[in-house]
């Protein structure tokens, strides 16, 4: 599905134009989580945005439904609030890769531990967009940003394999260059009962690609392209050479109750 009438409703069209830069990945992203809420036909009134504080935090000013932005990095833990307080909600957490794997890092393996019924979109532009182009915990090693001029030292987090390995019901990782693929990844995680996550590598043009000599968003696009591989792929490599990749693919699919289905049983057999 590609039709932008079938989003006119999710979007709050007084706020537009939008504020990212030519090139962003973020508006892409955000297309693709307004069809995903259209395609499985989830009513304005059923549906919350809780975005995180910087670049990609920003997508909650052009929804025209429940929005919610907190503190930089505490995110998924306000999303997890309105979720319990009101379990009908269908609640979508959209986050940068600062927010989601830095300063709320602890978050996401708990919220991932307990299953708690959320979609969190994570927004990886592989640096700290709206404060000048620092680098993030899932920032590739060498990576040239304001904070390492040098090249960064220590490995990319990647945030996938955490929150899988924390207890997520679906993980799965695309790119903004992928986009059908990471329009069936949004689906698929909006489909999940439990928490679900996928991380999309986006460009920076502005920052990332700038320090780094990629280019424009076309190249960084290309970038994507060409690093981005299946995750069977990936895992054949060997390691020195999966350090210049990123893996994409569903990395969990799993079917086990959610913290809040959970919770109410122990409640029915007191
Ligand atoms: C508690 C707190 N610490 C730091 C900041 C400053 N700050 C705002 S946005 C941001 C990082 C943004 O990077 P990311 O979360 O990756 O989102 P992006 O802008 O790249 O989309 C930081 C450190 C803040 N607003 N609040
Ligand atoms: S600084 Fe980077 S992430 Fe932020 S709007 Fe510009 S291109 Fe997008």
Not at 85 to 113: F, K
Not at 164 to 192: D, F, P, Q, W
Not at 194 to 215: A, D, H, Q, W
Request: some cysteine; hydrophobic content about 35%; charged content about 20%.
């Amino acid at each position: 599905m590609n039709n932008l009438k079938e989003i006119d409703q999710y979007l709050a069209h007084k706020k537009l134009p939008h504020m990212w830069c030519p090139g962003c990945g973020n508006g892409v992203i955000l297309k693709h989580l307004l069809l995903g809420l259209a395609v499985l036909g989830i009513p304005r009134e059923k549906a919350v945005l809780a975005s995180g504080i910087g670049c990609s935090g920003r997508a909650g000013d052009y929804v025209n439904f429940h929005r919610f932005q907190g503190t930089h990095g505490r995110t998924l833990a306000f999303a997890t609030g309105i979720h319990l307080s009101n379990p009908e909600l269908t609640v979508v957490c959209l986050m940068g890769d600062g927010d989601c794997g830095a300063i709320g890092l602890n978050h996401l393996l708990h919220a991932a531990r307990r299953n708690i019924n959320i979609t969190a979109i994570v927004a990886n532009n592989l640096n700290y967009g709206m404060t000048g182009g620092q680098y993030s915990p899932s920032t590739p090693e060498d990576s040239l940003t304001s904070t390492s001029r040098q090249g960064k030292t220590g490995a990319a987090l990647d945030l996938c394999r955490l929150a899988a390995e924390a207890g997520a019901n679906y993980v799965a990782r695309s790119t903004v260059y992928h986009v059908r693929e990471m329009h069936k990844y949004i689906l698929e995680a909006l489909n999940t009962r439990g928490f679900s996550m996928v991380e999309l590598l986006t460009p920076c043009p502005t920052y990332y690609g700038r320090y780094n000599k990629i280019g424009d968003a076309v190249q960084m696009l290309e970038m994507f392209k060409e690093k981005a591989i299946p995750l069977n792929k990936f895992q054949n490599m060997e390691e020195s050479e999966q350090q210049n990749h990123f893996w994409r693919g569903v990395l969990v699919r799993k079917n086990n109750p959610d913290f809040y289905t959970r919770y109410r049983q122990k409640e029915a057999v007191q």
